[in-house]
């Protein structure tokens, strides 16, 4: 089988799988007013899914962030010798701004009143859940349904994953893959990419989906990454729209581990979901002040591993010609 059937015979059963869950059941996050931000993409809550199909998995079903699931990442970046979170961003992290309601994560951007603006250091709080030292895996698909409230200039609503214990070196030898992230002013697209190491350069890899006429970033849509030891593949509602392939990657390691063929997207990366405001990935931009709060609503977090996959008849390896 060749190299290009092989993908195409994952990601056509990975969109199957995908068009299953949406015919399962509706949406299960809802605001107090019963509004789920739907436009049809529904997905699954779930409930009617046997838990052992997932390597991990959150509905968000319960009262509370699940801490078996999540930890945070709190403050500005500083702690973690990155201050700006490396972009310079405007927000401080904090635990208290993610929240579980009516079914869903919900995770708030606001302004501070200026006492706490002046202990903090920051205008905005936020809030940045992590899997990291819980979950992590290597290969298979990665996908949640998300939306925002508000599409604000300025904001950076994020889902995307990192290596567990960076084998490779520091940021970027040891990869990142960017599932979705979304510019507030720009609510008719999603953009996806994957950092790398290129000898002496910092190298990324991206593409815009862009959302058919009805809908945008504030109506909920499932954002998906299809993991290979060949492919990067990035999906919005089904639809593949971004792919980067093993052979146009590369990385450049500081440590003493030796790079293979797949390398630096062969090793456990882990989940994030963060709500960032500001930064360099919009310019700088920040919301007006009249317009915060916004939200972030996050209806479930579903991992399937690759070896789940190829039960399901979705990824056969060593079939290239």
Do not use: K
């Given at each position: 089988m060749s190299k290009l059937k092989l993908k195409k015979l994952f990601i056509g059963a990975a969109s199957m799988v995908f068009a299953a869950a949406l015919a399962l059941s509706a949406a299960a996050c809802t605001d107090n007013n019963g509004n789920n931000g739907d436009n049809g993409n529904t997905g699954n809550t779930g409930?009617?899914?046997?838990n052992s199909i997932y390597s991990f998995h959150d509905e968000f079903h319960g009262k509370a962030v699940d801490d078996s699931k999540?930890?945070?990442?709190?403050?500005?970046?500083?702690?973690?010798n990155n201050p700006g979170w490396g972009?310079?961003?405007?927000?401080?992290?904090?635990?208290e701004n993610a929240r579980v309601e009516n079914d869903c994560l919900i995770i708030t951007a606001q302004i501070e009143d200026e006492q706490t603006q002046e202990e903090l250091g920051k205008k905005y709080t936020s809030s940045k859940l992590v899997t990291k030292d819980i979950f992590?895996?290597?290969y298979g698909r990665f996908e949640a349904r998300i939306r925002v409230t508000e599409a604000l200039e300025g904001i950076w609503p994020a889902f995307w994953l990192m290596p567990e214990d960076g084998v490779y070196g520091g940021w970027?030898?040891?990869?990142?893959?960017?599932?979705?992230?979304l510019k507030g002013r720009l609510p008719g697209q999603a953009s996806s990419a994957a950092h790398y190491k290129d000898g002496d350069a910092n190298r990324y890899h991206s593409a815009n989906y862009y959302f058919q006429e009805g809908t945008d970033i504030t109506d909920f849509h499932v954002y998906a990454l299809d993991w290979t030891p060949e492919y990067l593949a990035f999906s919005v509602d089904g639809v593949?729209?971004?792919?980067?392939?093993?052979?146009?990657?590369?990385?450049?390691?500081?440590?003493?581990?030796?790079?293979t063929e797949t390398s630096p997207y062969d090793q456990d990366f882990f989940i994030l979901l963060n709500f960032a405001i500001g930064g360099n990935f919009d310019g700088g931009r920040t919301p007006a002040d009249e317009d915060m709060p916004?939200?972030?609503?996050?209806d479930y977090v579903r991992v399937y591993s690759l070896e789940y996959l190829q039960e399901q008849g979705e990824y056969v390896p060593g079939q290239q010609e």
């Open positions: 409930d009617n899914e046997e999540w930890d945070y990442q709190e403050g500005d970046g500083t702690e973690y972009n310079n961003e405007e927000q401080y992290y904090r635990r992590s895996q290597t970027p030898r040891s990869g990142e893959i960017d599932i979705m992230e593949v729209y971004h792919t980067f392939e093993a052979e146009d990657w590369t990385t450049t390691p500081s440590t003493d581990v030796p790079p916004v939200e972030m609503w996050v």
